[in-house]
């Protein structure tokens, strides 16, 4: 058995969370419900113009591997902090619930601080996220540990993370050392404008070397570069052993070995969407790792992304792993 069911390597981030309505988007020139790069000067300027806020941890598979580890997956991340306040907070908080944390920091006298993401969430849920990668920007190939990759049955990429100058180098490693021994890799595409900026080595990647694909239907479409919905999602299946794509209030839809489930939504009032996608991915590859059947991966990605969307913040609050029972979800094998 190996150590990990999943290693994540992504952003390592803290959110900062705050409310507003469109007038204050549209003042500040925030595109609503996308993720948009920003520099530190933005990110001042942004916190200071904002009502109060929470701070998180948060970063995408960040997310995704924190909620493994609620669940009780053997689970680690890999991903750059700062040895600084909000650096200390990330690690902490990643730690607490239970995943392993072992990336070296970036020293105190290092020119970028700690990331953050501040995330303007709106009357309707819907969340704008204005990002300074900051030291998180600068993972290598050092920060890669081959036997660590070695060690785990999943891989869990996040698309985000293509933002960076040697991190395309540091996926190659880990995704090589995970492989070697047997391991498989999922990769998530995290943003219509990440894929637009990464499209070719996203269509590399996919056909070369990933088994599990997780997106939202934006996404998909984006990827594919068409309008048609079940086209891209069948050109993905050609390509993957098995497809998630969420779909909003539509549910989620899993393609694998020639046959496709549609998984309905679990009826929920939003408050914050952020970090749907990232508990679905989080709580489907649990229950992959746990032996449920596909379906029930989606359906069990539906309970959890449910969940935390009805709270602000990207983490849950409530027991996935009561929800699940209640759901009378047990695995196949």
């Not at 204050?24 to 000067?41: N, P, R, V």
């Not at 204005?130 to 698309?159: C, H, K, R």
């Not at 070697?180 to 999922?186: E, H, I, L, N, W």
């Not at 996919?206 to 079940?230: G, H, K, P, W």
Request: proline content about 3%; aromatic content about 8%.
């Amino acid at each position: 058995m190996k150590k990990f069911q999943v290693v994540g390597i992504g952003n390592a981030m803290v959110d900062v969370l705050a409310r507003a309505d469109d007038s204050f988007l549209a003042q500040a020139g925030i595109e609503k419900g996308i993720m948009q790069l920003i520099d530190m000067e933005r990110a001042v300027t942004l916190y200071g113009s904002i009502g109060p806020a929470r701070e998180v941890s948060g970063g995408s598979a960040a997310n995704t591997i924190a909620g493994i580890a609620h669940l009780g997956g053997r689970t680690a991340y890999v991903g750059k902090v700062k040895d600084d306040q909000l650096g200390a907070i990330f690690a902490h908080d990643l730690r607490a619930q239970g995943a392993v944390y072992e990336t070296t920091f970036a020293p105190k006298d290092a020119a970028d601080e700690t990331g953050r993401c501040l995330i303007i969430v709106t009357p309707d849920g819907e969340r704008s996220m204005n990002t300074y990668l900051g030291v998180t920007e600068f993972l290598t190939p050092d920060d890669i540990d081959e036997a660590q990759m070695a060690d785990s049955e999943w891989l869990y990429l996040e698309g985000y993370r293509f933002d960076g100058p040697d991190s395309h180098a540091a996926f190659a490693k880990a995704i090589a050392a995970c492989k070697a021994a047997g391991g498989r890799v999922s990769l998530t595409l995290s943003d219509p404008f990440c894929i637009s900026r990464h499209r070719d080595a996203f269509r590399d990647m996919i056909q070369n070397d990933v088994d599990l694909l997780f997106c939202n239907r934006a996404e998909m479409l984006s990827m594919y570069e068409t309008d048609d919905f079940d086209a891209a999602l069948l050109r993905a299946a050609d390509h993957v052993a098995i497809v998630a794509c969420t779909d909003g209030s539509n549910g989620a839809h899993v393609l694998a070995q020639g046959a496709r489930w549609h998984l309905p939504a679990i009826p929920i009032t939003i408050v914050d969407a952020t970090g749907a996608g990232d508990l679905f991915a989080g709580a489907f590859l649990w229950a992959l790792t746990h032996g449920f059947s596909l379906p029930d991966c989606g359906h069990i990605g539906n309970i959890a992304a449910a969940e935390v969307i009805s709270h602000i913040g990207a983490r849950p609050e409530a027991d996935l792993t009561v929800l699940i029972a209640q759901a009378g979800l047990t695995p196949a094998t």
